[in-house]
């Protein structure tokens, strides 16, 4: 009964909140772009860039494709930001399909070209086949964290899931191996995407149980195609909620409605996430601006220097 009477007030209280009054824009926020494949792709990729880097984020983050696919655009990427721009590139490396040797050569080439920071993660094997180390490579993230460090004093990022690694074990293996990887010497850690805000909160609280007290960015990916998101949610344990998907449907010739329905839902579970007290927020970008740049938009963020124009300087 006096959980109900709480509830009631609680709903009270919230609807008679403004919505989004309470967000004062005391966040943090960082970027994950992909690194583009055609001349298209590159231009679109630094539109993004630039339409969000206005928010002064604390890192942008660019992926390595599976199989080090992707190991000389990423390079590229992350070095033009590197050269470009104030704010501070991370790289993503993957331990899959390459040699201890091979891998400490790119991490030496990033350091050199002004690179501090690591988002190190052991990658999947392309095709989907069930990992397997390379005989002379870093078997999993642990050991690549402990790599990188000899290598030079990186700044290192690693990944963590709310709703569990797939290879993992259980729910209890899956935190101690962050554990061990930030024990390695990783700074702090990045969320898988998740849609249930109460998972990763519960997540977070289960790992500060477990004396993890490096900071845990939740990963927010903004939807706008469920469809598309199903594949990569069933690839990494992520649970596609069936109220979400009830809300795309009949949606898939509104591509506008799409993405006003997208950016509410990622809108709404960032302000969960607020209450909750999270302060710092990583968004899966997609090399797309918008909706990243509405919702942060909504949570109080605004640019933090407006970019000199040619006017202002002449
Ligand atoms: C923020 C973020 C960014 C990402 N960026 C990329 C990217 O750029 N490129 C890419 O290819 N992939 C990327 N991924 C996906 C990632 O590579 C996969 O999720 C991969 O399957 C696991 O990588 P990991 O670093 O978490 O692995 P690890 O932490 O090494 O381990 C993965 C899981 O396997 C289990 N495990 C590890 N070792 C053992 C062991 N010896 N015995 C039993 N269980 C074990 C662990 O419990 C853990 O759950 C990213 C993921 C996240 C969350």
């Known amino acids: 009964m006096t959980s109900t009477l709480n509830s009631l007030a609680e709903a009270r209280r919230a609807a008679a909140t403004p919505l989004f009054a309470d967000l004062a824009g005391d966040i943090g926020v960082s970027f994950e772009f992909f690194p583009p494949k055609t001349e298209k792709m590159e231009a679109q990729l630094w539109d993004t860039f630039h339409t969000l880097e206005p928010l002064a984020p604390s890192f942008v983050s660019v992926t390595y494709g599976a199989g080090g696919s992707t190991r000389e655009r990423t390079h590229a990427t992350v070095a033009r930001i590197a050269a470009t721009s104030p704010v501070a590139p991370a790289a993503h490396l993957t331990c899959v399909e390459a040699s201890r040797a091979e891998i400490d050569e790119v991490a030496a080439a990033y350091w050199a070209a002004g690179v501090r920071h690591i988002v190190a993660l052991r990658g999947d094997m392309p095709g989907g086949e069930p990992y397997r180390a390379h005989p002379d490579g870093y078997a999993n993230a642990i050991e690549l964290v402990a790599g990188l460090k000899a290598v030079a004093p990186f700044d290192i990022s690693v990944a963590a899931y709310p709703e569990v690694h797939p290879d993992a074990s259980c729910a209890e293996a899956d935190l101690d191996n962050?554990?061990?990887?930030?024990?390695?010497?990783?700074?702090?850690?990045?969320?898988?995407?998740?849609?249930?805000?109460?998972?990763?909160?519960?997540?977070?609280?289960?790992?500060?149980?477990?004396?993890?007290?490096?900071?845990?960015?939740?990963?927010?990916?903004?939807?706008s195609n469920v469809s598309q998101t199903r594949r990569m949610a069933d690839m990494c344990g992520t649970q596609i909620p069936a109220w979400m998907v009830s809300l795309f449907d009949g949606l898939d010739d509104h591509p506008a409605a799409r993405q006003l329905v997208a950016a509410t839902i990622a809108a709404e579970m960032c302000r969960r996430l607020y209450a909750g007290g999270v302060r710092d927020f990583h968004f899966y970008t997609l090399n797309r601006a918008e909706l990243s740049y509405a919702i942060c938009h909504l949570l109080g963020l605004r640019p933090k220097a407006a970019p000199a124009t040619e006017e202002a300087a002449a």
């Open 178 to 223: 962050l554990k061990r990887k930030l024990d390695a010497g990783a700074n702090r850690a990045i969320t898988q995407f998740f849609f249930s805000p109460d998972a990763f909160l519960r997540f977070r609280d289960a790992a500060a149980a477990a004396g993890i007290d490096a900071p845990i960015l939740p990963g927010i990916l903004p939807v």
